[in-house]
């Protein structure tokens, strides 16, 4: 018997294993589905465009999107120890302080402002460069300052040019403006939270971390979670929790495991053929994600990444990384960007822009003529859409029906619209003249505003930031309180991705190392 069953090992499931067993009275078992995070390309933080297919992810696709014509697009979520912090893009980011203090004034989850929650950013982070008030230099999640790339020092000259000005922090208080990316790296390798909290914690006699194991459903007894059901050599058995069964297992996978576990839904549930143990009709709705789209241009000549495709450039890159911990190998690519308005009545910028020196590092994305590229994506910070997870059937190997409804409000449309034009404009600068042949994707073609909404669709994919599908909130319809205790089930909590009531105006990995660093106080009483 142990006191914590900890189901997920990913960004969130390696903090609270961590921080829990940092208490040697109590015992805590970690269960991941995926393998242990050997695989090279993980640490090396150029790999991550390595990461969109194969087998450290789950294969998901979605469903066909009505306002997409009728487009899947794939889904990577992560199945290895470390889970998303293992197979991202590294880009740390946390969201503007008002997302936070949204979810406190309009959702009613007290504790959770950004004046609550700084401290569990803070005490995550080990920032190289960042002290003071929003920032943490000692925790155990490295975060870097890049040494950029020449075209990413252009870029972001061209977006002052375009009217932005320079943000030398975006996780100071205050998006709005251009600038470089820190990452989620240390010494030149990722740091992930398998990295910076689970590895200096498996020596501790009262962690158990179990890798490869797959979990069927949560047992539940007189409206108690006692364990969770895993299959071994084919058949499941019954490991049993003391304390609390704490589900990590990300937007995807946790109303997944909720909702076999008869706890969702009860129309859905009875459909399936999934015994209902609780109707909780808000498992897997509110599915919220950034949606992104590519702007591609043609270089002049091989002033970016692009060289690198070429065995030899590849050669240079890996020696330079071996000898030096620098260069290509050691870079995110991902290292300028900016935050800006489409939507100029917003408190906040509602657009983030991302710029990769290069053309094809993004899945499904391909290459420009001549093959020297460079590429500026941008999302709708603030997504009104909302889409589902709901079971395709009772069987756990079957993959969930996942729809993020993505451009279902117009609104949502016209942001993307703006953020096209935008990378546009940027992208035509002076700065850039020297550089750049010619606007590649989209091109002259597009127009019109109808031209506009057609390439987003057609070229829209996900940023792969899903959130909110067990959404936390005071109200009767919400999955978890503001404790991430489970509606109606003692002993149970969600402590991920899924519980945030809205989507934050970032990258959300940074977000989810905090929730599970608030969790982990929740959990133990701590009060701050």
């Known amino acids: 018997m142990v006191d914590y069953i900890i189901v997920g090992g990913g960004s969130a499931g390696c903090v609270l294993a961590t921080r829990l067993s940092e208490d040697p009275s109590v015992k ?315 939507d100029k009545s917003e408190k906040t910028p509602d657009l983030q822009f991302h710029f990769l020196p290069g053309a094809g590092v993004e899945e499904g994305i391909g290459t420009v003529p001549g093959g020297d590229g460079c590429t500026l994506n941008s999302y709708h910070l603030r997504p009104r859409s909302r889409g589902s997870v709901t079971l395709k059937s009772a069987d756990l190997r079957d993959a969930p029906v996942i729809d993020p409804n993505p451009f279902a409000e117009p609104y949502d449309l016209d942001r993307a619209v703006d953020g096209i034009k935008i990378s546009q404009e940027i992208l035509s600068q002076a700065a850039f003249r020297p550089y750049i042949k010619r606007l590649y994707l989209p091109d002259g073609n597009v127009r019109t505003k109808s031209d506009y909404e057609q390439f987003a669709r057609e070229y829209g994919r996900s940023a792969y930031h899903p959130v909110g599908t067990c959404r936390m909130g005071l109200d009767a319809q919400s999955v978890v309180d503001p404790d991430l205790k489970v509606r109606g089930i003692d002993h149970l909590r969600i402590c991920d991705s899924s519980i945030m009531p809205s989507l934050i105006s970032s990258n959300t990995n940074a977000a989810t190392v905090m929730i599970a660093e608030k969790a982990a106080d929740l959990i133990r009483g701590v009060s701050n």
């Open 28 to 342: 805590v078992t970690l269960l991941e589905a995926g393998p242990r995070d050997t695989n090279m390309y993980i640490h090396l933080p150029v790999g991550f465009f390595k990461m969109t297919a194969g087998p450290l992810i789950w294969g998901y696709e979605t469903a066909p999107g009505k306002e997409i014509a009728g487009r899947k697009m794939i889904y990577p979520q992560a199945r290895v120890l470390g889970g998303g912090s293992s197979i991202n893009a590294q880009v740390f980011t946390r969201g503007c302080p008002e997302d936070y203090d949204g979810w406190a004034s309009e959702h009613g989850c007290a504790g959770w402002a950004y004046k609550d929650i700084v401290q569990y950013f803070r005490k995550s982070e080990g920032n190289d460069t960042f002290g003071g008030e929003h920032h943490g230099t000692e925790g155990p999640l490295g975060v870097s300052s890049q040494a950029p790339h020449a075209l990413t020092r252009v870029f972001v000259r061209a977006a002052q040019e375009a009217g932005l000005p320079f943000n030398a922090d975006f996780n100071g208080g205050s998006q709005a403006g251009t600038g470089f990316y820190q990452t989620t790296t240390k010494g030149g390798k990722r740091s992930s939270t398998a990295v910076g909290y689970l590895r200096p914690a498996l020596s501790r006699a009262n962690l158990t971390v179990r890798t490869d194991v797959t979990v069927g459903r949560i047992s539940i007894e007189n409206g108690v979670a006692v364990g969770v059901e895993v299959i071994e050599n084919g058949r499941p058995v019954v490991l049993r929790a003391e304390r609390e069964v704490i589900v990590t297992s990300g937007a995807i996978g946790s109303p997944k495991l909720l909702m076999l576990s008869g706890l969702g839904p009860a129309d859905h549930l009875r459909d399936t053929e999934v015994d209902v143990v609780r109707d909780l009709p808000e498992v897997g709705r509110n599915l919220q994600d950034h949606m992104d789209v590519d702007v591609l241009a043609e270089l002049s000549g091989p002033h970016g990444i692009d060289r690198y495709k070429k065995k030899r450039w590849q050669a240079m890159a890996g020696l330079e990384y071996m000898l030096f911990g620098k260069g290509p190998v050691a870079s995110n690519i991902v290292e300028g960007g900016a935050f800006w308005w489409g």
